[in-house]
């Protein structure tokens, strides 16, 4: 939800040659043309002509834009590596400070949403390191350009009128309107949309300010959560151990049928928790396994990475005074480039295993995808990890 795709090298290239020399006036006034283009659309939203001429007047392209959207640790990172950071234990130790300072709130909050206090904290620290890291760039003016650069996308122009629509009901002043270089505001960091969608105020008032008030952005935070599909009667999932000889024949199933087969917690303790569950081996069989409830795929939509859904539930179990990781992260492991993940879902596709985007993005249904290839081609483990020997045996077949 809270990080949007980049604009794309070309651009970038294109937009930065246009802002140099003779070209700036030229893509300044075409910059003005795109936005006068958008009043209709933003008419149909409800933002009045007052609104709407105030907040583009003398508005200009932000240069920065296109090399800044360039940045996704959480897709390119190795998530070993990018977990390291993630949840390092001066964030922990910063993450538990702030349970403590708002625990009367979060109390509050809890009770009101059903969302735990330490998934609420961890979200926070996720998105702006507990209010650090919020960006101070002019929304509109960044979700302005993001949307005349790419006009083949919606997304951007629909969460341009979004942040008119915020100003045009008055309970947010222009100058609050900051975030990051994707229109990401406050320490929630939502874009527009989300903000009018899920911000909640703590004490019931009708601004919520997400930049100024962290009671305000953890109420937010969990509404979000809850509206997205939290359950209250659910952990996110947790780290387990696999006995020898486990049996790879799916990934999915009840905790109970995952338990009946000898799976137990990372510390040794009988599984708990009901409902469905996912396996998830980030580093195949030799690394640190995972159950995931239907919790962890809520957190997803907060940002559809593993790498940062995984980094939350584990900063919030730390911060709720838990330990580190049981399982080791194998040595030596050889990490996969974008490119070769997506000849790997480009080879599984061929075979009638995989039918989603070719992106070099490993989700659930490129694990899945991996899976079923494995058992075809009696591979064992058949882990669902896409793994060296996998793209050796789709690229040779």
Known sequence: MTRLWCAGICAALLFAFALCGPGRAEADQGFQDFLQSLWPRAEAAGVSRATFEAACAG???????PSASAKQAEFDKPLKAYLAEAVSN???QRG???LGRWRSELA????????????????????????AAKGGKDIVRTLGTLAWLRQDRDLFRDEFIAALVILDKGVVPRAKLQGSWA??????????????????????SAFADIWDKPQDSLASIANFLRQSGWQATLPW????????????ASL????????????????????????????????????PAFLLSDNYWVLKAYNNSDSYALSLSLLADRIDGGSELKGRWPAGETFLSRANKSTIQRELQKRGFYSGVI?????????DAIHAFQIAAKISPADGYGSPEVLRRLTAE
């Open 183 to 204: 229109g990401a505001m406050g320490d929630p960091q939502f874009i527009p949309s989300a903000y009018l969608k899920y911000a909640a105020s703590f004490d019931g």
């Open 108 to 131: 509050s909050i809890s009770q009101r949403f059903g969302v735990p206090p330490a998934i609420i904290v961890a979200a926070w620290g996720m998105e702006t390191d507990f209010g």
């Open 237 to 248: 999932g947790m780290e387990v151990k696999l006995p020898p000889g486990f049996d790879f």
């Open 252 to 287: 999915h199933g009840s905790f109970g049928a995952f338990a009946a087969k000898g799976v137990v917690d990372a510390d040794g303790s009988p599984l708990r928790a009901e409902g469905d569950a996912t396996l998830f081996l980030p580093s195949g069989a030799s690394g």
């Open 59 to 65: 508005l200009t392209p932000d240069p920065s834009a």
């Open 359 to 367: 992106d070099g993005r490993f989700g659930q249904a490129s694990r």
């Open 96 to 98: 538990r400070a702030a």
């Open 90 to 92: 001066a964030r922990v």
